[in-house]
């Protein structure tokens, strides 16, 4: 919930999704319109969509258990070195090193050099102390989040600064965090663009169905349906919503009435809204599809 999803949206959310679905099991016996509808508020649904996937899998191959190993946690939908690792290191607090956009940042500039993704997660492991994984990688991620920020680094207060060889330079361009593999560059624009589409669709959908000839109206582009329609297929692909005579639904969702298009679509905050790089728990937007992993809608 947290990946590009500020900490004071998500609280609230997580306490009313974990009493919903305390476990892997329940989440896995409920549709995906059930856990995207507990999803609403956090955008990016189709994280949803893979906590579902992930649950279902785990319960089928996993005893309902979420396994404790990296290698099994990869094979889940949706979860990638990053969120493997994270789980490794903060749920069975085991001695691997985690890699986010503030920690790939920080290695990069203590290096001096732009590095590859191979080298950032090599260079975190190697600092990573024994017995120390849960509170090693937590002061990581706030050294990033509080010192070494994207604008305007607090060298000064950095435990780092003795050995930070972009300091030792005099903190010259180009930033060597800049050409980094694993540190996250600027969003596109939302106003207008297709992840605000899909949210207000998503966001009807939570209510109830939506006939296929209302989809343009309710992603917000009336005179538009052709680009609606392109959304709408997306959505299809991905496994966000289903079609059927005439009518659009979230997978497993039953509605007896139809042709529900809501007026709140066009007068709430859309929940794929992107946040202010200022309002992320790490300072600045943290894109954890860094190996292909939770990519946004």
């Avoid at 593999?181 to 939570?206: E, K, N, W, Y």
Wanted: glycine residues 10%; proline residues 5%.
């Amino acid at each position: 919930m947290l990946q590009q999803t500020q900490a004071s949206r998500v609280l609230p959310i997580y306490g009313r999704f974990l009493s919903r679905f305390p476990t892997p099991a329940r989440c896995a016996s409920s549709t995906v319109a059930d856990v995207v509808d507990a999803w609403s508020g956090l955008g990016y649904n189709r994280r949803a969509l893979h906590l579902h996937r992930a649950a279902t899998a785990i319960v089928e191959h996993h005893g309902g258990v979420v396994p404790a190993d990296l290698d099994q946690l990869r094979t889940l939908p949706g979860v990638g070195q990053y969120t493997a690792r994270a789980v490794m290191a903060f749920a069975f607090e085991a001695d691997v090193a985690v890699v986010d956009t503030n920690v790939a940042r920080t290695l990069a500039r203590v290096s001096g050099v732009a590095l590859t993704t191979r080298a950032v997660q090599a260079s975190a492991d190697a600092v990573a102390p024994k017995g120390l994984g849960w509170s090693w990688n937590q002061a990581m991620l706030d050294l990033g989040a509080s010192c070494c920020r994207a604008r305007q680094p607090r060298c000064d207060a950095c435990p780092l600064a003795a050995c930070c060889r972009w300091r030792a330079g005099g903190r010259a361009d180009p930033d060597p965090a800049r050409r980094s593999a694993l540190v996250s560059g600027g969003q596109s624009s939302f106003a207008g663009s297709d992840r605000q589409g899909r949210g207000r669709l998503i966001a009807a959908l939570r209510a109830g169905s939506v006939a296929v000839a209302d989809a343009a109206r309710a992603s917000g582009w009336p005179d538009d349906p052709g680009r609606a329609e392109q959304v709408v297929a997306a959505l299809e692909r991905e496994g966000l919503l289903v079609r059927g005579d005439g009518e659009l639904r979230l997978p497993g969702q039953r509605y007896e009435s139809a042709h529900a298009v809501h007026e709140h679509v066009g007068g709430r905050r859309d929940d794929d809204a992107p946040l202010p790089a200022d309002a992320w728990p790490h300072d600045r937007q943290r894109r954890l599809d860094l190996t292909g992993e939770e990519v946004a809608v």
